[in-house]
């Protein structure tokens, strides 16, 4: 499963207190979403099987035990209008309850304008 956040700092005179005296409450929350994703699931049989079968290619380098997940998010979404509500941390968790190797993520943001220039 995984949990995106978008969060918006408040952006104030650069202290702790805002521009109009209240006090920085810290990031807040404009958006969430939480997408299942699946991995390919190989029986442990089938499994060693094509390990054993591919072995030669796995040693040359050739395969590797690895798969790419391309999950879209936050389709649709619209922000309101306001230097306070344009995103600037993401917060991305994966929720997972088998223990999982990570190697890189990558977060793509897609824009779609509308309306009258």
Do not use: C
Not at 4 to 25: F, H, Q, S, T, Y
Not at 41 to 57: L, R, T
């Amino acid at each position: 499963m995984l949990d995106l956040r978008l969060l918006g700092l408040a952006r104030g005179g650069g202290g702790v207190l805002g521009v109009a005296g209240e006090e920085d409450e810290g990031p807040r929350l404009l958006a969430h979403e939480r997408r299942p994703a699946i991995l390919t699931y190989y029986s442990p049989v089938v499994d060693y099987a094509n390990k054993a079968v591919e072995m030669p290619w796995y040693m040359l380098r050739w395969r590797r035990e690895a798969e790419t997940l391309h999950v879209p998010m936050f389709e649709g979404v619209e922000f309101a209008k306001g230097w306070r509500n344009v995103p600037d941390l993401v917060r991305l968790e994966l929720l997972s309850d088998e223990k999982m190797q990570v190697y890189s993520v990558r977060v793509v943001f897609t824009a779609r304008f509308g309306g009258l220039r």
